[in-house]
């Protein structure tokens, strides 16, 4: 029924950025932003800095993709934040989606907390998790209801999923879980994000949540025309 739904779909008009050279976008759909989408974040965790943005640009596709897939294959990046009501119906799309091997995508999920500091405080738990081994199932527990990050309902969390809650609550506050959410917002700022949800689906970026036949029409024609050459060209 998808690759129905892929062909009958229209393509998109896209426009080439130039910069990053090799990328295009396509905007369209709904998307939860501010202004300045930096306005309003926890001060250490607010623009990133040159230097951060300047590691990134040296390995582009390594910090979008981390292991760029190879063909049929074509990677996605996806930008999110907990409180932002249509990450969560775009996020749970592209979860389904990647889990059907049919489908030949990879998915790199990226933190981009936008909405304040319980956006914050959620992004590092997830993060935590994730060092734990536990990324998917707390990332789909977070995204399942609505909630508040408090300390007690993280620990929660955590113990119903069987991890070591004590070991996440001090991994939220570890550099490297600081410097991972510094990569994410250093690539949303390379590629101008403005708000979330956001994905750069092989050398696509698209802005806010698109419909499920669109997006599997865009990846087509990704895979078609092989778009991991921009990776190449940029490495």
């Known amino acids: 029924m998808r690759a129905v739904y892929s062909r009958l779909a229209p393509l998109p008009e896209f426009e080439d950025i130039q910069d990053p050279p090799g990328f295009r976008r396509v905007a369209e759909g709904p998307i939860s932003l501010r202004g300045?989408?930096?306005?309003?974040?926890?001060?250490?965790?607010?623009?990133?800095?040159?230097?951060?943005?300047?590691?990134?640009?040296?390995?582009?596709?390594?910090?979008?993709?981390?292991?760029?897939?190879?063909?049929?294959?074509?990677?996605?990046?996806?930008?999110?934040?907990?409180?932002?009501?249509?990450?969560?119906?775009?996020?749970?799309?592209?979860?389904?989606?990647?889990?059907?091997?049919a489908s030949q995508i990879r998915i790199t999920w990226h933190e981009l907390p936008l909405l304040g500091h319980a956006s914050n405080v959620a992004a590092r738990a997830a993060l935590a998790a994730k060092k734990q081994g536990a990324y998917p199932q707390f990332h789909d527990r977070l995204l399942g209801s609505p909630?508040?990050?408090?300390?007690?309902?993280?620990?929660?969390?955590?113990?119903?999923?069987g991890l070591d809650a004590d070991q996440l609550l001090t991994d939220m506050a570890s550099l490297d879980i600081r410097q991972e959410l510094e990569r994410s917002a250093a690539l949303a700022e390379i590629f101008a994000l403005i708000g979330t949800p956001a994905m750069v689906i092989g050398r696509t970026v698209v802005q806010g949540r698109i419909p499920d036949r669109v997006l599997l029409k865009i990846i087509e024609n990704e895979r078609r025309t092989g778009w991991a050459q921009v990776c190449r060209q940029t490495a």
């Open 36 to 101: 300045n989408i930096w306005v309003g974040l926890d001060e250490e965790d607010a623009a990133p800095s040159r230097a951060s943005i300047a590691s990134v640009r040296a390995d582009l596709c390594h910090a979008l993709f981390g292991e760029v897939g190879s063909p049929p294959y074509v990677s996605i990046a996806s930008f999110s934040d907990y409180y932002c009501p249509y990450c969560r119906i775009q996020t749970k799309h592209l979860a389904e989606l990647a889990s059907d091997p």
């Open 147 to 161: 909630f508040q990050p408090t300390p007690s309902y993280l620990r929660s969390v955590s113990e119903e999923i």
